[in-house]
């Protein structure tokens, strides 16, 4: 069944995705997780406090942060399943963690950007997506920040939240959605969280593994479908670039879509007026990304978001023929 809901989901929030009226009514699941992490973050992570007293503070703050949407979706689950066609409610409840429709938007809209406002309006449109200073950024550097992170999303907030529906389903995908937004807020390398979001950002690199490697093979996938992409190519960057990201996951969707579409994706790059040096993804390839290859990137985007559904749709068959 949480296969099932699983792949309803997807189906459901990659046609309506999240109403605006529906936010702006009663917020989003990620921002009522952000206040729960915010509020512990001010109570339980104390400047004067020890390293050591901190990083326990964070281990019991993940826990709460987790445990609390999780036990929360259990429950919602419990009790729809217990109405005709139960888990149709429970699905489109799920839609809320899924990001595929308003990712492909954002994506689109910095190739928009580019080819209607020039450098200026695709430096503000990609702003919205990476946290790099979007003023350093040529128009090269954007078109590859806005490939960069919808490979990096695409894992983040598509195939792993749909991954752990289909394995504990609505508690599951709760429990990963409320540890990618600790450590996208406290998993950070700076004074205040390197030792309060310590728990955060391992916790977070652990439950990605396995949608960041199934990522990397659903876009090497896709590129045999895609007639400008080259899926061989694709597959050795994954081999040879994955495992050089600082990032343990974040890597092999980067590494698979910069060989699939021929770019050098990733590299030296500013975060808050700091150089970081991160190695190429799809090293040998082109630097010189314009938006077409943005569109491209969306392309391969789509179609591996078609195959994962399939997947899904696979193991249902397979789950229920069983």
Known sequence: MSVLIALLSLAAEALVGYPDGLYRAVGHPVTWIGRLIACL??????????????RAAGIAALLVIVAVPAVLAFCIQRALGALPLGFLLTALIGTSLLAQKSLGQHVR???????TGGLEAGRKAVSMIVGRDPERLDEAAVCRAAVESLAENFSDGVVAPAFWLGVGGLAGGAAYKAANTA???IGHRTPRHEAFGWAAARFDDLVNLPASRLTGLLIVLAAYFVHDADPAAAWRALRRDAAKHRSPNAGWPEAAMAGALGLALAGPRVYGGVVVDDAFMGEGGRRDAQSIDIRRALNLYRTADALLMALFTAVALLLFCL
């Open 41 to 54: 973050d001010r109570l339980l992570n104390r400047a004067s406090e020890s390293d050591s007293r901190r």
């Open 109 to 115: 809209a910095v190739a928009d950007a580019l080819d």
């Open 183 to 185: 450590d996208s807020m």
